[in-house]
């Protein structure tokens, strides 16, 4: 529920987000507010898809970037500008970069997907310089802003800003412009918070009946953590799967903004993501990266408060490389519980291994991975076996048939070394 904390101005007004809109012209495009007649099925609601991804840059990144950018002084154009990012703001920093003939460093973690790298060149062209450094957002930032300070080079962040914030915010006038009234819910992703403190700006003024929603990765929900503990705190760990997402530490001027609007924040697992980038890909024809699929990935989890509503997801971005697909399938297979690992422990006389095949495994289940060394003075060897089933109900009648033939077994639990090495 969206409930204002108190009456005290927001740091970003309406006003800031009209005049961002104004620099936007003639820049950024007004992407289609599209209704998905299969979620609108699914969930009894009429659900509506803000398609960012069809945006110049394939992401909503490029408003709050050029906002700022072109909001900076001749002197500080001169002086060169550098960012850091795991790709989509890059992207919109290179656009800007090009247009405005600004001298751009850019800096983006070492497992960025080579896709995104490759499109920040294009966008950038001769106007920038790619350093690949650090594993996580967090950590490449810390080395973009010790560079700014070195350089004096002007320092351009991701979400942690006004200017970006309001850039971010010509999103929802955009909605409330092509769907003529007020949606009941508005669902976006949250990383370190540009978009949904951008949203939460014109909430308020513009749009006070809807429902304001931001969704997390699972494993990277630091707005939801900063609400929690009053303040932004720094995760421990993340997992940066949801590359466009994944940060340690919301932002500060984006916390301040949620904190008192009170978005209501839903932390979405990394596999439901990846189910949901498969349907929007096979049904919609969406090419969609796992932030960009977030929004969407979440209806579930509302499904109960959303019948006969209308709901915007904000599809924020389809810069996904396709040789992460084989990856994206695996987590979407075992978040259906479709897919799982074992260690099985196989007797090392002939006709163990045909036993499990006869007795243990049905017509229907699917060995798509079988790793076994034979051990010759051993009564017994380990194999790791991967079985996929045709449905999640068939797990258990599984496992029994296994203890019904004596195996001895353990099911390899998602956050073990030893599964992180068969994904």
């Known amino acids: 529920m969206v409930a204002m904390q108190n009456s005290n101005p927001l740091p970003v007004t309406p006003e800031d987000v009209e005049a961002a809109r104004t620099r936007l012209a003639g820049v950024a495009e007004c992407t289609p507010l599209q209704r998905n007649a299969r979620l609108s099925e699914q969930y009894s609601a009429e659900v509506y898809l803000k398609r960012e991804d069809l945006q110049l840059v394939r992401s909503y990144k490029l408003r709050g970037a050029y906002n700022l950018m072109s909001s900076l002084t001749d002197a500080e154009r001169a002086r060169g500008i550098v960012c850091a990012s795991a790709g989509n703001h890059a992207q919109g920093v290179a656009f800007t970069c090009r247009r405005l003939g600004v001298v751009g460093h850019i800096y983006m973690p070492q497992n960025t997907p080579k896709q995104k790298i490759q499109r920040v060149r294009i966008q950038g062209g001769e106007s920038i310089q790619i350093t690949l450094t650090g594993d996580t957002f967090d950590a490449t930032c810390q080395q973009a802003l010790e560079y700014a300070r070195q350089t004096g080079c002007v320092f351009v962040p991701p979400f942690d800003h006004p200017l970006v914030v309001a850039g971010q915010g010509t999103v929802g006038l955009e909605i409330l412009e092509q769907l003529g009234k007020q949606p009941d819910y508005i669902v976006c992703p949250v990383g370190g918070g540009g978009l949904i403190s951008g949203l939460a700006t ?38 940066t799967f949801v590359d466009g997402a994944a940060v340690k530490t919301a932002g500060t001027l984006n916390y301040e903004i949620c904190s008192r609007v009170q978005p209501q924040i839903l932390p979405v697992a990394e596999g439901r993501v990846c ?11 969406i090419i969609a990266e796992p932030a960009g699929a977030l929004s969407v990935a979440a209806l579930p989890l509302l499904a109960e408060q959303i019948t006969g509503k209308t709901v915007v997801c904000v599809v924020s ?10 990856e994206i399938l695996e987590r979407s297979l075992m978040d259906q519980g479709l897919k799982h690992y074992f260690l099985i422990e196989f007797s090392q006389r002939a006709g163990s291994l045909r036993r499990y095949l006869d007795d243990a495994l049905s017509p229907n ?6 790793e076994y060394i034979k051990k010759s003075n051993r009564e017994f060897g380990p194999a790791l076996v991967g079985i996929e089933l045709s449905s999640r109900d068939d797990l258990q009648p599984l496992l029994q048939r296994m203890d019904g033939i004596g195996l001895q077994y353990e099911i390899i639990p998602h956050d073990s070394a030893l599964f992180r090495f068969v994904l």
């Open 365 to 370: 289940d699917d060995i798509t991975l079988f």
């Open 202 to 239: 014109l909430w308020k003024a513009r749009f006070p009946q809807a429902k304001l929603v931001g969704v997390e990765p699972q494993n990277a929900a630091c707005m939801l953590a900063a609400l929690q503990a009053g303040r932004p705190v720094t995760l421990d760990k993340i997992d």
């Open 317 to 326: 971005g389809g810069n996904n490389d396709i040789s992460r697909y084989p």
């Open 275 to 285: 189910t949901e980038m498969i349907a929007l890909y096979q049904n919609d024809g």
